[in-house]
């Protein structure tokens, strides 16, 4: 939040639910899960359809975003503006944001600056999923 960015919700299998099978819920409750934790002009969809190779039951190509976005709706804690900042406004506020800073750096005429981490700066792999949601039994 604090510098403006968004999350991208990613559909892979793995990352939704540390297993081969995904469902649209568990997309939807990891939609959830950063909104609470990000709010909602920090969320949007990734999907990554052309980066991976496991999708969720139901949400196996843009087709399917009505889906999706139906589920949604039927939450009461989704207004028709969260859903418009969800399926896009976010991402454009962000771009436009980046351009913004692209123009200011130009004008006085300074060079882009990334820092990649040395080895040194990295954690460890650890090839175990550690990333669950945690509910109650009765749910």
């Known amino acids: 939040r604090t510098n403006g960015g968004i999350v991208m919700v990613s559909f892979y299998n793995q990352f939704l639910t540390c ?4 469902t649209v819920q568990n997309v939807i409750e990891h939609i959830n899960y950063i909104r609470n934790i990000t709010g909602i002009d920090h969320v ?5 359809f052309d980066g991976i190779n496991l999708l969720p039951d ?6 399917k975003y009505p889906r999706l976005f139906a589920e949604l709706m039927a939450d009461p804690n989704w207004s028709t503006e969260d859903l418009k900042k969800l399926a896009g406004q976010n991402l454009l506020r962000v771009m436009r944001q980046a351009e913004k800073v692209r123009q200011e750096l130009a ?3 300074t060079q882009p600056y990334e820092e990649e981490p040395g080895p040194t700066k990295l954690k460890p792999y650890n090839e175990n999923c550690f990333y669950k949601f945690i509910k109650d039994k009765d749910e």
């Open 58 to 63: 139901g949400l196996e190509d843009v087709s």
């Open 107 to 109: 004008e006085k005429k």
């Open 19 to 22: 297993s081969q099978k995904a």
């Open 44 to 48: 949007g969809i990734g999907a990554d």
